[in-house]
């Protein structure tokens, strides 16, 4: 076998490592269309809810803690930050800087899923959660089947979101490891790349749920 | 061995990651003071408004597509296209029954 010139930068079916590394990023980019439409169909169903129950989904977003949930927008805006600046330190070849960044990135990412836990802690004590025992919402007196409707659309939808949020902190768990084995190298981090395409895009999802299930109609209040 | 072709990707400033961090916290801290404010039916247009600003700054700088491959970026739309399909057909087909109201039917 002649692997003299077969390199993890330049494989043998590729002409140049520029194009190996197009090629990575178009299929992590056709992954991540499959997961817009993943979600896309949770925020069809919750605006067509919102639509049918807009009176009740203002009074049931109101019960969400808006200071919290901006908070943990501002933690997973820092973490886009630090996985952009790992994969930068990468694309610089700085083994030291990707594995700073890209502990960092996983302390943050860490918090914003403490801060979920709590939330829906939170929602258990209230008796918000749908489809348990005592289910009741203050202010929507008859309309407890619609409210129910919103907490359940709030916890597959967040969920669905942390549940990527895990995946992603294992994903960044292993390119550390891999980064201190020196796996990554100023000719190759295509890796650690996709891997920020992943993180971003799990942040841009919360970009959208964060105003979607905690800021509708506030000034009601 | 570090190939110099057209294609190699440029590596942005940390002044321009900066920035654009910024301007998505200052985004984050518009969004949420706005949706104090009575906009009436404008305050869903505004949140989602401020939202895919804050997406398009993600995607075009922190995902790198501003420098990505002219394939990468027709992909990209083509994913936009579908999910407007999704969301414009159900939107029509709901709308044109009984089921919501729809001011004016």
């Given at each position: 076998?002649?692997?003299?010139?077969?390199?993890?930068?330049?494989?043998?079916?590729?002409?140049?490592?520029?194009?190996?590394?197009?090629?990575?990023?178009?299929?992590?980019?056709?992954?991540?269309?499959?997961?817009?439409?993943?979600?896309?169909?949770?925020?069809?169903?919750?605006?067509?809810?919102?639509?049918?129950?807009?009176?009740?989904?203002?009074?049931?977003?109101?019960?969400?803690?808006?200071?919290?949930?901006?908070?943990?927008?501002?933690?997973?805006?820092?973490?886009?930050?630090?996985?952009?600046?790992?994969?930068?330190?990468?694309?610089?070849?700085?083994?030291?800087?990707?594995?700073?960044?890209?502990?960092?990135?996983?302390?943050?990412?860490?918090?914003?899923?403490?801060?979920?836990?709590?939330?829906?802690?939170?929602?258990?004590?209230?008796?918000?959660?749908?489809?348990?025992?005592?289910?009741?919402?203050?202010?929507?007196?008859?309309?407890?089947?619609?409210?129910?409707?919103?907490?359940?659309?709030?916890?597959?939808?967040?969920?669905?979101?942390?549940?990527?949020?895990?995946v992603g902190v294992?994903?960044?768990?292993?390119?550390?490891?891999?980064?201190?084995?020196?796996?990554?190298?100023?000719?190759?981090?295509?890796?650690?790349?996709?891997?920020?395409?992943?993180?971003?895009?799990?942040?841009?999802?919360?970009?959208?749920?964060?105003?979607?299930?905690?800021?509708?109609?506030?000034?009601?209040? | 061995?570090?190939?110099?072709?057209?294609?190699?990707?440029?590596?942005?400033?940390?002044?321009?990651?900066?920035?654009?961090?910024?301007?998505?916290?200052?985004?984050?801290?518009?969004?949420?003071?706005?949706?104090?404010?009575?906009?009436?039916?404008?305050?869903?247009?505004?949140?989602?408004?401020?939202?895919?600003?804050?997406?398009?700054?993600?995607?075009?700088?922190?995902?790198?597509?501003?420098?990505?491959?002219?394939?990468?970026?027709?992909?990209?739309?083509g994913g936009v296209?579908?999910?407007?399909?999704?969301?414009?057909?159900?939107?029509?087909?709901?709308?044109?029954?009984?089921?919501?109201?729809?001011?004016?039917?």
């Amino acid at each position: 076998m002649h692997s003299e010139e077969q390199t993890l930068a330049l494989r043998e079916q590729f002409d140049t490592a520029a194009q190996q590394r197009d090629a990575s990023t178009l299929g992590m980019w056709i992954f991540l269309i499959t997961e817009v439409m993943f979600f896309g169909g949770m925020f069809l169903a919750y605006s067509i809810y919102r639509g049918k129950y807009p009176d009740v989904f203002a009074v049931a977003s109101s019960s969400l803690n808006v200071y919290i949930g901006a908070a943990n927008t501002v933690v997973l805006l820092c973490s886009s930050f630090t996985m952009v600046m790992a994969v930068r330190a990468s694309q610089l070849g700085k083994r030291s800087g990707i594995i700073f960044w890209l502990i960092l990135t996983l302390i943050l990412g860490m918090t914003f899923l403490g801060v979920k836990a709590f939330e829906w802690n939170e929602k258990f004590e209230m008796h918000h959660v749908p489809g348990m025992a005592g289910f009741h919402l203050d202010g929507v007196g008859t309309s407890q089947g619609p409210a129910s409707i919103f907490f359940s659309l709030y916890f597959a939808m967040t969920g669905l979101h942390a549940m990527h949020m895990v995946v992603g902190v294992g994903i960044l768990t292993m390119l550390i490891f891999q980064a201190k084995a020196g796996k990554f190298s100023a000719e190759y981090w295509t890796p650690v790349d996709i891997s920020g395409l992943y993180w971003h895009f799990v942040d841009i999802v919360w970009i959208f749920l964060f105003p979607l299930l905690y800021l509708i109609d506030r000034h009601l209040k | 061995m570090q190939e110099h072709t057209e294609s190699h990707e440029p590596v942005d400033s940390v002044m321009t990651y900066a920035l654009v961090f910024l301007a998505l916290i200052a985004a984050t801290v518009i969004t949420t003071a706005v949706a104090f404010v009575d906009l009436g039916a404008f305050s869903v247009v505004v949140a989602l408004a401020i939202a895919i600003c804050k997406m398009l700054l993600v995607v075009l700088f922190f995902m790198h597509v501003r420098h990505s491959a002219k394939l990468t970026k027709l992909v990209l739309l083509g994913g936009v296209l579908w999910f407007l399909i999704l969301m414009g057909m159900t939107y029509t087909d709901f709308g044109s029954r009984t089921w919501m109201g729809v001011p004016g039917r």
